[in-house]
């Protein structure tokens, strides 16, 4: 492998502006890196060569003239295959929309675009980004780049895998309940989930609409906050996006945390965790009170009500969103379809896996008439509660930790046949999109296996340069990140 692939953005970077590579040799390498690997990995669906190379084409030019780069110019990414891109295929790793081609970008397209950020492909996922495995894509699964055996979690598995396998030095994934946070997790690397409504969801495939947010996986907290600060602003396409200015969040990664306090959420401390989690956490814990912050007990009896609230609202919202896929205006049409009725349920029937299914069934019964105030509208009351006891919590604390899930990486196949036993990894993950919150995964250790743990920090609506301080502050006191999947 290109030892240069290895580093992380802010090092290639520095090599470029100091002419050691040029972007188009940096680039080049990342394809050769996917070439030789990804028939094993199956972190994307479609590479975009020719956009990828011709965007390094300009960093270069610009480097030769000797002007100023955009912020991560050059720097090879991988773009989650529910996000739209002209001239390249967007699936959400479904048979419905398999050959769709995106008709407009993206705002953070845009945004990457214009920053001159070579996009080098769409990465696999979880069918419509529902799933925590990344085990229900329609076209393949994919694997953990520490264990092929293992799943790379769900449903950003293919944007986390990318990452971690260095194929690419950047990607972005989606995160509707723990999406960015757990691949990030379980293959040891940075995901971070911004607060809701800091970036643009328009050209996002959407899932859960008051759920979603996208957000950056990289190898180091510094890149991550560079990645945030490219893609993050408002936009007058999204209603929900927020009209603040943008940060520049690295500014803030090493502000003394000092007598600072960090509360441990006690109900994810508890049962259900794997033994090598729940030391990874200790140690954590110990970290943080050698960088001389206070270390406070806090707990968040709702919580438990999270996943139940959860499955409500998304599905719900996923049964409304994934109504337009008909098979009448794009997306895959059943070719003998004898009606119009005919064709709606032909189409879907066969255009939608198994999961997909589930959940639509799920929130249509939810919001169905006689049902909607006994579910829906409660689980929406059961939000509001959820998240006021985060705003009590933030208190009594600048940052909260917990485990990002109470396990590692489990093996393919391992619990494809139990969907509630799936739903529980997102346990640690869900209350946060459920507020709104930023939230992030940084690598906090292994388990007797070699496979990565991740380490949960929340911070409060807006604080994205809290999170990153304190996420930063942890990553520089081990050496964790360091650590590279030998594949």
């Not at 085990?135 to 953990?144: G, L, P, Q, T």
């Not at 033994?275 to 709702?302: F, H, M, R």
Request: proline share 4%; charged share 20%; net charge negative.
């Amino acid at each position: 492998m290109n030892e240069l692939l290895k580093k992380s953005a802010t090092e290639q970077s520095k090599a470029l502006k100091n002419k050691e590579i040029s972007a188009v040799e940096l680039t080049t390498a990342a394809f050769d890196r996917i070439n030789s690997l990804d028939d094993k990995l199956g972190a994307f669906n479609s590479l975009t060569k020719e956009i990828a190379l011709e965007t390094a084409k300009k960093v270069d030019e610009k480097i030769a003239k000797g002007e100023e780069l955009p912020l991560l110019a050059g720097i090879p990414l991988a773009l989650k295959d529910n996000m739209n891109m002209i001239g390249s295929r967007t699936t959400a790793s479904s048979k419905i929309l398999e050959n769709f081609e995106s008709p407009f970008n993206a705002t953070i397209t845009e945004k990457l675009l214009n920053n001159l950020v070579p996009i080098v492909g769409k990465a696999n996922l979880d069918e419509f980004a529902m799933g925590s495995s990344n085990e229900n894509s329609a076209f393949k699964k994919v694997h953990n780049p520490w264990n092929l055996d293992k799943v790379p979690g769900g449903s950003s598995g293919g944007s986390a895998a990318s990452v971690a396998a260095c194929e690419a030095t950047l990607a972005l994934g989606s995160d509707t309940g723990g999406s960015i946070r757990l691949p990030a997790s379980f293959c040891g690397i940075v995901g971070m989930k911004p607060t809701y409504g800091r970036v643009s969801r328009y050209g996002l495939i959407a899932f859960a609409s008051s759920l979603d947010q996208i957000g950056p996986f990289a190898r180091t907290v510094e890149d991550a906050a560079n990645l945030l600060e490219v893609i993050s602003g408002y936009d007058p396409n999204d209603s929900t996006s927020l009209n603040l200015p943008v940060e520049h969040f690295a500014q803030n990664l090493n502000n003394d945390i000092k007598g600072k306090k960090v509360g441990v959420i006690k109900e994810l401390m508890e049962e259900g965790l794997e033994p090598a989690v729940k030391k990874a956490l200790e140690n954590a814990i110990e970290t943080y009170k050698n960088l001389g912050c206070e270390i406070v007990e806090i707990s968040l009896k709702k919580l438990k009500y999270s996943i139940g609230i959860y499955y409500i609202l998304a599905t719900a919202e996923c049964s409304s969103n994934l109504a337009r896929f008909d098979g009448v205006r794009y997306g895959y049409r059943h070719p003998n379809a004898q009606n119009l009725m005919d064709l709606y349920t032909k189409s879907r029937a066969e255009g939608f896996g198994p999961e997909v299914k589930r959940r639509i069934m799920l929130g249509t019964y939810a919001l169905s008439s006689g049902y909607y105030d006994a579910y829906y509208k409660k689980a929406q009351q059961m939000r509001t509660l959820v998240t006021e006891e985060f705003l009590e919590a933030f208190k009594q604390a600048d940052v909260l930790i917990s485990p990002t899930c109470p396990n590692t990486a489990f093996d393919l196949g391992a619990k494809a046949s139990d969907p509630l036993a799936m739903y529980l990894t997102d346990i640690a993950t869900i209350s946060c999109n459920l507020a709104g919150l930023p939230g992030m995964s940084v690598p906090a250790g292994f388990d007797e296996q070699g496979m990565p743990i991740g380490l949960q920090i929340l911070a409060p609506q807006l604080q994205e340069s809290r999170l990153f301080n304190f996420a930063h502050k942890f990553e520089q006191a081990n050496d964790f990140y360091t650590k590279l999947a030998n594949i």
